[in-house]
């Protein structure tokens, strides 16, 4: 990330004039620093941890390959109905004739087939499916073994093909419950969203926090608005930072996206990009909404060491709008207090996520939602911009709000 | 490059305290205007008010008669009481990076950048954070600062302050040739004595009013006489606290600096100070512009 010509900070300094320049200055500095590249570093091995770990756990590490010797031949339905115990537990099935029972027990030791159908009448395994160390899929043993078990009281019940056609390929009959269910994927992909949703938005505002405070205790701040108007400087500042976050938010979220195709997660499954692509959404408007409420916090200040008493009650709004969602995206039962709270725009970031993911809100209401959010960080804008340029140029003591609302 | 600075009845209250009251004062173009005051007199708070930085209650600032807007203030050049510079940002970016924020293009800025480190001999330090240098060096990077964009006025908030006497030459010299150069230049300072020797006009000001201004050869000319004498084996002047007219104004390696009233003869002053023992210095000085400072706050 260099200063030359051509790259996308030089250019955001040529199309948007002063708000570029100082833009392209934030964006340079930010991404120069080791924070940053140390913090995405982080974020992104706990991204992968969180979404390989529990594949790992589970045992299932996406489609594998099955071998299967048959032994005495497979009529057409039963080899049909195998392929579709394959589809259903995703291993792509392969089969292959063993002339003997005695050749297909050499190979299953030898790990050449990883399970045997002997006669269309019996499974054979070299160790049980689930014990440690057996190629074979527990969960297509056992599909094969009930539908082999089917065909075989098809033909004790001497149905003819057709009707055992028929019958194979029936179509479950639509299952509805009265109460919403637990979805634990798009739970967990919603909590992993929400974690970061959290921390990002906290390390975001609070590098709009420290810059300011820094430009106002060092003094710089002056020199600039000898030249720039504050709304020019704060915008500016506001925009660089904002398009590093949604840079960083973005490498992770493709991370993520890479990284779960890779191993095959359930967390991407569904709803998983649903939930991941609205939580990119609100991680804007978060950050739209709250970057402003911490440039004023920064105006106020007078000294560095002011930082943790500053970014304490700014942050309180979101550590309540998280804590109420992890809690609502565990117990999966979003009450009306949680609803209004998807509406405000301190905590719309986090609740309408969760009740995205819980299939809980209408297109219409998300939309109402995100519009207020924008209404509401306009009319923030505003009065931290009044705030800003009363307090950032004055020294001598911490800025009290009552002092800068009065006049 | 040429401009009139004016400021207009400046007026600016905070609460019960008056900072501006009524202020109006010019800056013409290619001079060196020293603005001087004691602490508090209102200094810091008229150089914001060019810049915009303090809201008036009253009175306005013109550049070559126009009022001052945004626009104007991107050809100004400003070096704050309060030294700005992003601590941990490297000089050579910094001042590429404010150079353009003044309308520079980035290879004006840099070009400049360079020619002034250069001039101001600190062109090694181009690629260090302004936190490692020396004192002395961030104020010639912060006087670059204000310097980079070739501005038609600078004003300058105590620019001397804490240099050494080479850099005071330095900095004095670059001041000198931008009023050459057709530059309005307004700086503060309590150095007198280096603002006698840089300005040719000042400025007093004292609870935010204007008491005294002229040039500094009109103001050393002007008042009462003042006469420097030496009395072989005598420090302590005795002789002068007596004279009717008289007075003391400073003393210092056996001479008596003294100021007479308009009715005092002189030839009354000499044969006193002879009486005391033999002369060995009798001349008339012009007035110091410290004693013009002193004079114009009491």
Not at chain 1, 236 to 257: E, W
Request: hydrophobic share 45%; glycine share 10%.
């Amino acid at each position: 990330m260099g200063s030359k010509q051509g790259s996308w900070p030089a250019n955001l300094e040529g199309s948007l004039g002063e708000v570029g320049m100082v833009a392209g200055r934030e964006i340079r500095e930010r991404v120069r620093g080791r924070i940053f590249r140390i913090g995405t570093l982080i974020m992104l091995i706990a991204v992968a941890a969180a979404i390989i770990i529990p594949t790992i756990h589970s045992g299932s590490s996406g489609p594998t390959a099955q071998t299967v010797g048959i032994v005495g031949g497979l009529s057409p339905e039963a080899e049909a109905l195998i392929d579709a115990a394959g589809a259903a537990n995703e291993d792509t099935v392969k089969l292959v004739d063993e002339p003997s029972l005695a050749a297909a027990k050499t190979d299953l030791r030898a790990g050449a087939v990883d399970l045997a159908i002997v006669d269309s009448t019996q499974i054979l395994l070299d160790r049980p499916a689930s014990s440690k160390g057996s190629d074979a899929d527990p969960g297509l043993v056992q599909s094969a073994a009930e539908y082999l078990g089917v065909v075989e009281a098809y033909h004790s019940a001497e149905l003819t093909p057709a009707q055992a056609s028929l019958i194979t390929n029936s179509k479950s009959v639509a299952v509805r419950t009265l109460q919403p269910g637990s979805n634990q994927t798009v739970k967990a992909t919603s909590i992993i969203g929400l974690v970061l949703l959290f921390f990002m938005l906290q390390q975001y505002n609070t590098w709009i926090l420290i810059g300011v405070m820094q430009e106002k205790s060092s003094r710089v701040v002056e020199v600039l608005l000898a030249t720039v108007r504050p709304i020019q400087l704060l915008g500016g500042k506001v925009l660089g930072i904002g398009l590093v976050a949604l840079g960083q938010a973005t490498i992770i979220v493709a991370f993520a996206l890479i990284v779960g195709a890779a191993v095959g997660s359930d967390l991407l499954k569904g709803t998983g990009p649903l939930v991941l692509a609205c939580e990119l959404l609100w991680l804007v408007l978060g950050y739209a909404f709250y970057c402003w409420v911490y440039a004023a916090g920064g105006s106020t200040a007078e000294r560095q060491d002011q930082v943790q008493t500053l970014a304490l009650p700014l942050s309180i709004p979101i550590l309540v709008g998280y804590v109420f969602s992890i809690t609502v995206a565990s117990s999966g039962r979003p009450d009306l207090l949680f609803k209004v709270f998807a509406y405000l725009p301190p905590t719309a970031p986090f609740c309408m996520t969760v009740l995205v993911g819980l299939h809980q809100v209408q297109w219409w209401e998300f939309t109402a939602s995100a519009l207020i959010s924008v209404a509401g960080t306009a009319g923030m804008a505003i009065f931290a911009a009044r705030i800003y340029r009363r307090a950032v140029l004055r020294t001598g003591g911490r800025v009290k709000l009552r002092e800068l609302v009065a006049r | 490059m040429s401009g009139v600075l004016e400021v207009v009845g400046l007026r600016r209250t905070y609460g019960t305290v008056t900072a501006l009251d009524d202020l109006s004062f010019e800056v013409p173009a290619g001079r060196v205007v020293g603005f001087l005051g004691p602490n508090g007199a209102g200094k810091t708070t008229t150089m914001r008010a060019i810049f915009g930085l303090t809201d008036l209650d009253a009175g306005e600032v013109r550049w070559n008669g126009a009022s001052v807007g945004q626009k104007e203030r991107r050809r100004f050049g400003y070096m704050p009481e309060e030294r700005g510079l992003y601590p941990g940002m490297l000089v050579g970016e910094q001042l590429e990076y404010l150079g353009r924020l003044h309308g520079l293009t980035a290879a004006d800025a840099k070009a400049a950048t360079n020619t002034w480190l250069e001039r101001l001999d600190i062109a090694d330090r181009r690629g260090s954070k302004v936190e490692t240098l020396s004192h002395g060096n961030q104020q010639r990077v912060q006087l670059t600062a204000a310097l980079v964009h070739q501005p038609e006025l600078l004003v300058l908030d105590e620019p001397l302050s804490g240099l050494d006497p080479t850099g005071i030459d330095a900095i004095g010299q670059v001041l000198v040739d931008q009023a050459a150069a057709g530059c309005c230049v307004l700086l503060s300072s309590h150095q007198l004595d280096q603002v006698e020797d840089l300005c040719e006009q000042v400025r007093i000001i004292d609870q935010g009013r204007m008491v005294v201004s002229g040039t500094v050869d009109e103001l050393e000319t002007s008042g009462a006489r003042r006469l420097v004498v030496r009395v072989e084996g005598d420090r302590a002047a005795d002789w002068a606290q007596q004279l009717p007219g008289v007075s003391v104004s400073e003393l210092s390696a056996g001479a008596v600096r003294l100021v007479l009233d308009s009715s005092v003869n002189s030839d009354d002053v000499l044969r006193a100070a002879m009486q005391a023992g033999r002369v060995t210095e009798f001349s008339f000085e012009r007035r110091r512009l410290s004693e013009v400072f002193r004079e114009a706050l009491t």
